[in-house]
């Protein structure tokens, strides 16, 4: 994939079992850590903007990495995704869903993975022509039965469940057919991470990347 070619939210959620929750609180690690998810399998790297370092690291990624596709997570705001594609990010997970947030990303050439936990919010995201979602918080709002409970109202919908995902259970989620990749964190542990042990995060992305859908 060229790195100018657009996306859709299915190339993302179809690229890979897992997309990596990342936190990064250091510039410096954002460029080995990227190298090592890619080397491991994964290429669509979720950087939240929970630091305020997330958008330098963005940008680092996009410059020095660019066979990965970084993506800003929790946007909550339409300067949020202004500023994340302006720092090279190529798509955008939020932990909700506002309709201002979803405009700003069309206008960006975003495509947006916008978190949902209830049918009203499935249906809110559907009125703006939205049907690959972020089912956020998942362990906490129903899991496995919330996901097989949609299966029959929102039929059409392909969620990336995220939130209490651990290795353990994602194959269990991964089997649901409303179900196209999950979210998580545990390939991308904090403490790999502030150590540099990146050849840790290589090997658990290279698992994540072999886990069936």
Known sequence: MAVNT???????????????????HDVAHAVPLAR?????????????LRTPQAL???????RDVPDA??????????????????????????PGYTSKVGQAC?????????????????MMAQED????LKFFPA???????????????????TFCPTGGITSANAPEFLALS?????????????????SGDWGRIETLARAASQLAR
């Open 56 to 62: 330098a690291c963005m940008e680092a990624i996009a």
């Open 178 to 194: 409303n179900v196209a990749c999950v979210g998580g964190s545990w390939i991308v542990p904090n403490d790999a991470i502030a």
């Open 139 to 157: 362990m906490q709002a129903g899991g496995l039965a919330m996901l097989k409970a949609w299966q029959g109202p929102f039929g059409e919908t």
């Open 69 to 94: 596709v970084v993506g800003a997570g929790t946007m909550r705001s339409a300067a949020d995704v202004q500023a994340s594609a302006m720092a090279g990010a190529r798509f955008g997970v939020s």
């Open 106 to 122: 069309r206008d960006a050439g975003l495509p947006l993975l916008p978190g949902v936990a209830t049918g009203s919010e499935i």
């Open 36 to 48: 090592a998810l890619l080397a491991g399998g994964i290429r669509m790297l979720e950087v939240t």
């Open 6 to 24: 657009p996306l859709t939210s299915l190339d993302v959620m179809r690229d890979a079992p897992v997309i990596p929750v990342i936190v990064l």
């Open 129 to 132: 022509g939205l049907t690959e």
